[in-house]
């Protein structure tokens, strides 16, 4: 997932680390709210692969979604509105050793951050991106979002939503270098973490769009799909998401789907759309697409002396 | 025969786009300064990427001006021009460019042109020329160009070059090997071609041009360091490579981009890698990024750039993140004159985000600092954690100049990336409450892992809820200026230190204002100047020294109402960005001469604003 | 018994999240403007969405003052509290919200809870507030309302009020009848359940805290107008509607985005739409297209909002469109303190845009202005085609106040939109020389068609590259705010045209500034007030009236250096942002008082700070 | 396409439109820029539409191509750079009755505008979308645009672009409320009048991708694309593009597609990234997709008395 410097490599044998160590401050979101099992699902993830806790980095934009790092023990980056990617991005771009993770909203990454997802799935710089999509604008308190279902009702729009929901996945299987695109949601703990646990494992940028229960403001959204899984279609492959034989009970839709197939991925994901089904799993991952963090990285070694020589011979071409 | 001595001359090279006259200047100019004169060179550029042939507006060249003192400006009228062809002189008399007596080198192929309509043009224009005081040489530049190659559309340039050297007695070997130089890389025909091309230029010029022959004798200021010629924008990314920083993030801006694109070039060599980003904000944002990361980064854009950046500015801020700002100004507001010079992002670069957002501004005066204060940038971005910009403008950007090549050294780099274990008793914020300053955790660091947040927050970085702790953070913010202020000296006064007038400038207004008050001190006029490099904080001791003068004036390149206008008041005018400020921290009477023509200002044009105003100065106060 | 008779009183409740103290309060501050006293009400809200309960931190409710008198602002300390529970207190308290002798009537069920940790809790906290000098009654509120209610979490609200009619003598019909208002449309059974908790409080009070039994005179100077009782927000909805625009374009942030959920409820119904853009680029750029063809539009945002404008807003300034923004200024610089009130985007307003950017400043004092400012804001913006910033505040935005009820009139309305054939010998800005002013075709029109651009651009629109036409049009530009100045009187003097001392101030602090300066004024100090409305430009006169006072100083909410911090000196010091602006237009020495702790500035405060500067002052010239 | 206001038809009898009365400035692009091919097929289709020049509003950015408002004689708007799309779509929000065309370059549109194409996209707002993609940066003089080849030299990337270029109509066809997805090449001037023509005439938002010559920085790279134009497919259906006979033989590469079928249009799209094959023709058309111009323009006759009054009601429920 990402290099750790040579002179570390002693010191971690050293230190074990407990969930405790990557647990920041008390997590403030409402009770309800999905936004707490993927705060655990970080939590131990980071803690079986036992990084160390100064070695990630949370990045976030403005939003409920956007507390994240706050409540995370490692370094975080609590941004401004629609800017979590390429705020994260910079971080990476020269500190390749560190294990980059992003929490976004559905406001915070298809709205304002629209243009900024585009391009950061053409980077594909390693970094594992949590698109926590409660179909609303939480932390202003009930606002259209891009993926808010048509005639919703909201304090925008108090006659109900005007547009057809954005199907996300349909875009960002779209954008060339997309290398993983997964679905999640959040009221299902194993599946989160083995999604969660891929995607972190994914080099390259790791797009997660996990639907998100918001109790205080669209409770009927999620409480749907918790009733009636039907809605959901699980996908199931080697190469996808590992489901536990008791998870996928739980789904009486489930489908074989090959993560390398990108014209299936296409069709599963516009099923959202057309069709109503919701698909959870893998829809895509290609580990052959080269990762931009690889090329922005390049030269950071680069010694004092060697800085200087180059300099030296960039004005030597000046030189009267 | 001898040549005539000059102490300075101003040459330019006008032609339509893509006869290479900038290729031409600059090599002139590169020799002139290698054989030890003061030059300042300018490109004249038109607005359209292929305007039309033969039109005003398509007018593309270059101006040299060299002489045996230092060179920091434009200058003045023109004395010598070589026209490719008679129109596009006309948009330089246009821009006031030439004076009675330039003597103009024109191409005289359009007068047999084979259209009629070209050799009526032709004729009209020379006539115009003529009486408009110009001294006309029609010459068969083309035709003897001809002779050497097939299509003197590629070369002529070459040959005007050697003309030059010849009316200028620049060494012949010198020019050649200068070619060679310039086409380094390419194929050694190219090189021949070219060479024979000047030789042939220079054998014109003493045939048929022997009355012009002049010698501009050595500067005498000259030091004994090593100097190198470059335009600001190359400067600005020596600065970068100097500095140590590692990244660049930007996204095309005229005029900045070309800072960029020469980054682009050098830039891996010294390990470091230019981004370009989506756009500005993510520019930036990828720029704050990697300096949370512990590599300070820059990003260099202009105008719009400047107003998209604007809410990560304030993040950084906020939040007390180093981080080097290059703002290329041009001509505004909105996308105004994208490729002309202004001085018109002061204001916004103090107090452009919503909210307080303190930060250290720096206005480069020279080509040389664009390169050091790039470095000095990092410095202080760095021991202030916080953003800082750096004004420079178009004029600085595409000038080119001979400027003393910097001694590098590891201390002008960047530290190298601490990871060592951070103490844990001390918090992310740990503000010094006198100087408002903090060491800051690195990510990495053991121990020191922290939030930044763009909310109000505590020492820890938490966010905070209580009234008293954004009163006291905005308070520390605001101190570090104050802090860095104390380890300020008050300005040099160019000049007596009392006086008439003085007048204050910043920016590549430097040459021209000193030039303009030496003009005038000759003359005997009480008149001295100083010229801030840091805008904010600002230089200390100003009140001091406004006070021992009769009248405080700015002269800068953005608007302020004439107050001689309709409708303006004393009460309503709106200042120079500068005299805004001056005005707020010294209370004195600051007056100020700006305009916004979108080139440079020259030292006649200020000389004559000053002396107007000391005219009714010494009226007022009766002497 | 007779109720003991008060000019004017501070009653809060406090609660929990989710236990409808606000509307409580906004019931119990409607029927008191009903009956005629003068009320300013304020919510108290906490950061967070669900916070957890019985947490200082989670504090929510309401504070109303009612007098006798206008009330134009919260006041200082509060005279008798309800609260819910404990432990919210203590957040008020630190807040400075109560004084010795404050009355707290507070639910006393937590001294019986299930949970021993809580009833210790509740009884340190009980004789912590005693000490406190607080005077605590602990009530069977719950109890009370569990003979009513099964739970009374929902409906303990309606007991309050109940409780508060009571207390303060309120007509116990109109009080019902209210009741049935906030509920109407919902089921009977709530409205009966309802009013029954109302009585059953109304006893309650009457029975328990008989003591406790005021009468607050109707207020003597109200007018006979209609009155309407809102927040600022409401009332900016109302201006927009008011004004005849058809057009809001926004993105939600706090504290504007309620002005856009009323709209996105109401606007339809006149026509108009609430856009929601994908971000607050595309919401000012789409007001833009609207206003380029013939609609006005306006857009509504805080902080970081208006910092993403930035760039459109120089477009619109130097492609001369007509635009009302609509600046609900929160805590700065960043994210910053978004539920908070600041004044801190005036310079932003001012100076944010690279380049020259001239356009006109409106800030709303009052609720009312809220609204007659989005009024006047599309005039002024059309007739000075321009855009126009209404800034106003969070203290604004969720005060509520009576205000007399608008008379509409046709003529506050937009024009229609004219199609009629545009005189094609009339360039699209035809600059009338002395004033700037120029009118404007609208797509539709024939023989109109022109280009609108933000390069540089000659009176026909067409891009300029004529260096002398960009002076001219940045000289048209901001001559236009000159022009309106000159139609501009001076403004009002709170107090006397002369004296030791003048207080000026913009915004939300207009009712605490004028409070502070009348109590100063019975203690026989020499003071007096102005209050600005228009920033760009200026009212006219401030040179004259300053000179008739000692010291000038404004009070603000923003931040500013102290002078006596270390480090700062006078010519450093970071001078609050009206004082900069008057300093660099009057060169009078304004000295300035702000902070930022994110709360209303409170009269009391303000006479504080003043006291001890009218001492100073008085020591220094030996008075 | 749109409304013309009853009180204007009599004036329209009378008046005949002339190529003349469509042409603004004297276009300034070089010259061989594929801008001129579209700047004159605008003006023949508005004057073979007989719309009249003050009805027509060009709205763009900023780029060589957004000069484009410049040189109509209708009204314009030349907006900043990135914000094309939002400007016009404010144009039409509350004038349905005016004809909006929108000129854009793939540096505008796809990079520093491409948060406001998605959501364009999804606003679906009766308008003309003219996307010039010459794969770089024009007026800047070279840099890398999101449609730069990978490995092109720019400017900005002398050793060639880094990133795959990004194929832009996957992502319009993956962005729910794509009404009109059209592609063409600037040099075949029958097919681009028919494609700008049908365009022009689906009601909603129509975006069509140019791509456009820019001989003096990128001149191979339709210069190879002019020379074999078996690297392109052309589509063709009864609904699709009207295509000439001799138009048609030009193309070695043709296909029949039906613009309805989404699947279709995808897997079309896709082949430009997979296999080189640049479709020319119209991948996708939906008529069924409401226009939010629709909705804007609600309420545009509201009379004065009708504000006041409705105003006057607002203020009812809060009068004491
Ligand atoms: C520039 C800017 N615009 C608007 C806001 C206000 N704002 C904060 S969060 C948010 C949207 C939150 O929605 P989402 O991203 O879906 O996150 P959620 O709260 O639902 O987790 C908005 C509009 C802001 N902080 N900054
Ligand atoms: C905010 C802002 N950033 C950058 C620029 C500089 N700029 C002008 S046009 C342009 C890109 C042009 O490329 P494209 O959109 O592909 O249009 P083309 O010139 O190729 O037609 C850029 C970066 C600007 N004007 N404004
Ligand atoms: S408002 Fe919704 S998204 Fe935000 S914390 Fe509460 S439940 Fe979660
Ligand atoms: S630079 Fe290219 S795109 Fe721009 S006008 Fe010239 S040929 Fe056309
Ligand atoms: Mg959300
Ligand atoms: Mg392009």
Redesign the interface.
């Given at each position: 997932m990402f290099g750790i410097?040579a002179d570390w490599s002693l010191d971690i044998q050293e230190r074990y680390f407990t969930l405790d160590d990557y647990e920041?401050?008390e997590a403030?979101?409402?009770?309800g709210c999905g936004d707490h099992a993927v705060l655990a699902t970080a939590h131990r993830i980071l803690r079986d692969a036992q990084l160390?806790?100064?070695?990630s980095?949370?990045?976030s934009g403005?939003g409920?979604s956007s507390r994240m790092?706050?409540y995370?023990?490692?370094?975080?980056?609590?941004?401004?509105?629609?800017?979590a990617?390429?705020?994260?991005?910079?971080?990476?771009?020269?500190?390749p050793?560190?294990d980059v993770w992003v929490a976004t909203g559905d406001?915070d990454c298809?709205?304002?951050?629209?243009?900024?997802w585009?391009?950061a799935v053409?980077?594909n710089m390693d970094m594992t991106v949590l698109i926590f999509d409660n179909q609303i604008?939480?932390?202003?308190?009930k606002?259209?979002s891009?993926t808010s279902p048509i005639e919703l009702k909201t304090?925008?729009?108090?006659?109900g939503a005007?547009?057809?929901?954005?199907?996300p996945n349909?875009?960002?299987?779209?954008?060339?270098?997309a290398s993983f695109v997964a679905q999640v949601v959040d009221w299902n703990p194993p599946l989160l973490h083995e999604t969660l646990k891929a995607a972190h494992a994914h080099k390259g940028a790791s797009f997660v769009r996990i639907i998100q229960r918001c109790p205080?403001f669209v409770d009927s959204i999620t409480k749907e799909l918790q009733e009636d899984a039907s809605r959901l279609r699980l996908l199931t492959h080697e190469n996808g998401i590992p489901v536990a034989k008791g998870v996928e009970k739980l789904f009486p839709d489930s489908v074989e789907h090959d993560p390398s197939d990108?014209?299936g991925a296409?069709?599963i994901a516009?099923d959202e759309?057309e069709k109503g089904i919701i698909p959870v799993g893998l829809l895509y991952q290609n580990q052959n697409i080269p990762c931009?963090s690889d090329?922005?990285?390049?030269?950071?070694?680069?010694t004092?002396e060697?800085?200087?020589a180059?300099?030296?011979?960039?004005?030597d071409v000046?030189?009267? | 025969m001898q040549p005539q001595t000059k102490q300075e001359h101003i040459v330019e090279i006008v032609s339509d786009s893509g006869e290479g006259a900038q290729k031409c200047g600059q090599t002139f100019g590169t020799i002139s300064a290698k054989m030890g004169n003061g030059v300042w060179t300018v490109e004249i550029i038109p607005a359209e990427i292929q305007p039309p042939a033969r039109t005003p507006s398509g007018a593309s060249g270059i101006r040299i001006r060299l002489g045996s003192k230092e060179i920091t400006n434009v200058g003045n009228e023109g004395d010598l021009v070589v026209a490719f062809n008679e129109q596009v002189l006309y948009s330089r008399i246009a821009n006031g460019a030439y004076k009675e007596g330039t003597v103009v080198l024109l191409d005289n192929r359009w007068e047999s042109d084979r259209s009629t309509e070209i050799q009526q043009m032709y004729k009209k224009a020379v006539a115009e020329f003529r009486d408009h005081g110009l001294v006309v040489h029609e010459l068969p530049i083309h035709e003897a160009c001809l002779k050497v190659v097939k299509d003197p559309r590629k070369g002529k340039n070459m040959f005007v070059l050697g003309m030059l050297c010849r009316i200028y007695n620049r060494d012949k070997e010198m020019g050649r090997n200068e070619i060679a130089l310039t086409f380094a890389g390419k194929a050694e025909k190219i090189i021949t071609s070219n060479q024979k091309l000047f030789d042939a230029g220079y054998q014109f010029a003493a045939e048929q041009l022997g009355e012009y022959f002049f010698e501009i004798p050595t500067r005498e200021d000259r030091s004994d360091s090593p100097m190198v010629v470059t335009n600001g924008n190359t400067a600005v990314g020596l600065g970068v490579m100097a500095s140590g920083m590692e990244l660049v993030s930007m996204y095309p801006i005229t005029p900045a981009t070309s800072a960029s694109h020469y980054l682009a070039d050098v830039f891996p060599a010294a390990g470091g890698f230019v981004h370009q980003a989506e756009d500005e904000i993510a520019a930036i944002a990828f720029a704050i990024g990697a300096s949370y990361a512990g590599k300070t980064a820059c990003t260099i854009t202009s105008g719009p750039g400047m107003a998209l950046k604007t809410e990560n500015i304030a993040l950084a801020v906020m939040a007390e993140v180093p981080l080097v700002i290059v703002n290329v100004q041009r001509g505004g507001p909105s996308t105004g004159l994208p490729t002309k010079i202004e001085q018109g992002d002061l204001l916004s670069a103090l107090y452009g985000e919503p909210g307080d957002a303190p930060k250290i501004i720096l206005a480069a005066a020279t080509i040389a600092e664009c390169c050091s204060m790039v470095v000095l940038a990092r410095k202080l971005a760095e021991s202030f954690r916080t953003p800082v910009i750096v004004l420079t403008d178009a004029n600085l950007a595409t000038g080119v100049q001979p400027w003393e090549r910097p001694e590098l050294s590891r201390d002008m780099l960047a530290p190298p990336l601490d990871q060592s274990e951070w103490n844990s008793d001390i918090p992310a914020y740990d503000w010094d409450e006198k100087t408002g300053l903090s060491q800051r955790p690195i990510p990495g660091m053991p121990n020191g892992e922290y939030v930044l947040t763009g909310l109000s927050h505590t020492k820890q970085s938490k966010v905070s809820y209580e009234s008293a702790e954004n009163q006291y953070s905005a308070t520390m913010r605001s101190r570090k200026l104050a802090t860095l202020q104390s380890t300020l000296t008050p300005p040099n006064i160019h000049g007596d230190e009392s006086g008439d007038m003085l007048v204050v400038g910043w920016g590549s207004t430097f040459g021209a204002i000193e030039e303009a008050v030496d003009n005038l001190r000759t003359t005997g006029e009480k008149i001295s100047s100083i010229h801030l490099r840091f805008l904010s904080p600002l230089e200390p001791g100003l009140t001091e020294i406004f006070s021992q003068f009769k009248k405080v004036i700015t002269i800068e390149v953005n608007y302020s109402d004439d107050i001689n206008a309709p409708m303006i008041t004393t009460e309503n005018r709106r200042y120079a960005q500068l005299a805004m400020v001056l005005r707020v921290q010294t209370l004195a009477d600051v007056d100020c001469w700006s305009a916004v023509y979108g080139h440079p200002l020259q030292p006649e044009m200020i000389g004559n604003v000053l002396q107007e105003r000391l005219n009714q100065l010494n009226k007022k106060t009766g002497e």
């Open positions: 410097k920041g401050n403030r979101w409402c009770s160390p806790p100064e070695k980095v949370f990045v403005i409920c790092p706050h995370m023990a490692t370094y975080g980056l609590h941004g401004i509105h629609g800017r990617l390429p705020l994260a991005c910079g971080v990476k771009s020269r500190r050793d560190l406001g298809y709205s304002i951050g629209a243009g900024h585009i391009h053409r980077y604008y939480g932390l202003t308190k606002q259209t891009p304090n925008t729009h108090p006659e005007s547009l057809d929901a954005m199907n349909t875009v960002t299987l779209g954008i060339t270098n205080v990108m014209a296409l069709r516009r759309t931009y090329l922005s990285g390049q030269g950071v070694e680069t004092d060697e800085k200087i180059a300099t030296n011979a960039a004005l000046f030189a009267i | -």
